[in-house]
């Protein structure tokens, strides 16, 4: 019987806390991949939204580190942006989270300059675009229609205001398909913010560098106290819900790591004392020390790697489902890539090496006279 064979065997012979152990592992993990694909999504769905549009820089408050910063009136920045070299145009954004269905959870309300650029990238699908910069109208994202059981020609009431839904777009960021778009001043009517804006959208001419938008970034640092013009990279990384997200994910990989290992070295522990007799006879047998630690090590590895796997696709199920909650859909995109999953696996297999360890070598001193004696 091979030493891989004879570790099942043993693990086998026990199933309850074989089972119990595996089902902590799986807990573990599933927890870490579920906080992390949701916090990365998160970062990635904004990002995407930001690259989408075709925005170079974006500027905005320097305290301004929330999903939807707080508006600021854009006229005198916008107009000292406008003439910076190489700003080809330059456009304001208000976004708001409001109410737009009773039925429906709060959705994502964006208010864009009409005729800006920041239309050129979503395709209609069905209807017709805002007539001009006054309708009363809304577009609303393929995903939104769906969570709001709108279509083209129906009404929307926002804030108490009655808007007729002139048409439904796609685009390729998951937050703007979940999203209601109006024009920007319609979004400032609404709000009652007029002539204010979250995010001030900058596209560069063609001729542009890496050195005039390092330029660029200086002289809105220089010249414009209180705002800040960064990267939509950037501008996600600094984001407030962001960087709490990350902050949780990373907390509970410490967590996840740390009892994983302990349930193992527990495991492996009372499976080593239970088991003293049985590895005082190998040892009599002739068995190296050196196998009894592999022995323990493989046990101990394939308990950790079980509960690693069905951790992954628990997790995964888990990130998928909070995704397509009524709360949550439109909002997030959960990211599952390869590389990070294999390094969740690489850390099941490390709460084996590190939960093994000590019974492994303590297995491996036992004196076959003692442990044959040994009741």
Same mark, same amino acid.
């Given at each position: 019987m091979n030493l891989f064979r004879f570790a099942l065997d043993n693990l086998y012979r026990r199933p309850a806390r074989s089972g119990l152990t595996v089902s902590a592992i799986s807990l573990g993990i599933a927890a870490v991949v579920a906080l992390?694909?949701?916090?990365? #999504?998160?970062?990635?769905?904004w990002q995407k939204a930001n690259d989408a549009r075709g925005t170079d820089l974006i500027v905005t408050r320097i305290a301004s580190q929330n999903s939807m910063p707080s508006p600021f009136l854009a006229a005198k920045v916008q107009d000292a942006l406008a003439?910076?070299?190489?700003?080809?145009?330059?456009?304001?954004?208000?976004?708001?989270?409001?109410?737009?269905?009773?039925?429906?959870?709060? %959705?994502? &309300?964006? #208010?864009?300059?009409?005729?800006?650029?920041?239309?050129?990238?979503?395709?209609?699908?069905?209807?017709?675009?805002p007539a001009d910069s006054d309708e009363a109208v809304v577009m609303v994202g393929s995903l939104a229609s769906e969570m709001l059981h709108k279509k083209t020609g129906d009404q929307v009431e926002?804030?108490? /205001?009655?808007?007729?839904?002139?048409?439904?777009?796609?685009?390729?960021?998951?937050?703007e398909n979940g999203a209601v778009i109006m024009t920007l001043n319609?979004? /400032? %009517? $609404?709000?009652?913010?007029? #002539?204010? &804006?979250?995010?001030?959208n900058i596209k560069l001419d063609a001729g542009a560098s890496e050195a005039d938008l390092a330029s660029i970034k200086e002289q809105v640092k220089k010249t414009m106290p209180g705002f800040l013009a960064i990267t939509s990279g950037e501008l996600v990384g600094n984001n407030?819900?962001?960087?709490?997200?990350?902050a949780m994910s990373n907390a509970t990989i410490l967590i996840a790591t740390l009892v994983g290992a302990l349930v193992v070295f527990n495991t492996m522990l009372m499976s080593i004392n239970e088991r003293t007799r049985e590895i005082g006879i190998l040892l009599a047998l002739g068995w190296q020390r050196a196998t009894i630690i592999k022995l323990v090590f493989t046990e101990a590895m394939l308990l950790s790697l079980l509960g690693g796997l069905l951790g992954i696709l628990l997790g995964a199920g888990l990130a998928?489902? $909070?995704?397509?909650?009524?709360?949550?859909? #439109?909002?997030?995109?959960?990211?599952?890539?390869i590389p990070f999953l294999f390094a969740v696996l690489g850390l099941s297999v490390l709460l084996g090496v590190f939960g093994g360890l000590y019974p492994a070598l303590k297995a491996s001193r036992l004196l076959p006279s003692a442990a044959l004696r040994h009741e």
């Open positions: 992390t694909s949701i916090a990365w #999504g998160f970062e990635a769905s003439r910076l070299p190489h700003v080809k145009e330059v456009v304001g954004l208000l976004s708001e989270m409001l109410t737009v269905s009773e039925e429906a959870p709060p %959705a994502f &309300v964006f #208010g864009w300059v009409y005729g800006s650029y920041l239309w050129d990238h979503l395709r209609l699908i069905d209807g017709r675009w926002i804030e108490g /205001q009655v808007f007729k839904v002139a048409g439904i777009f796609e685009s390729s960021a998951v937050v319609r979004a /400032q %009517a $609404l709000t009652d913010k007029p #002539g204010k &804006v979250n995010f001030l407030a819900i962001v960087r709490i997200s990350k998928v489902g $909070l995704e397509h909650l009524e709360l949550m859909r #439109g909002k997030i995109d959960a990211i599952f890539s």
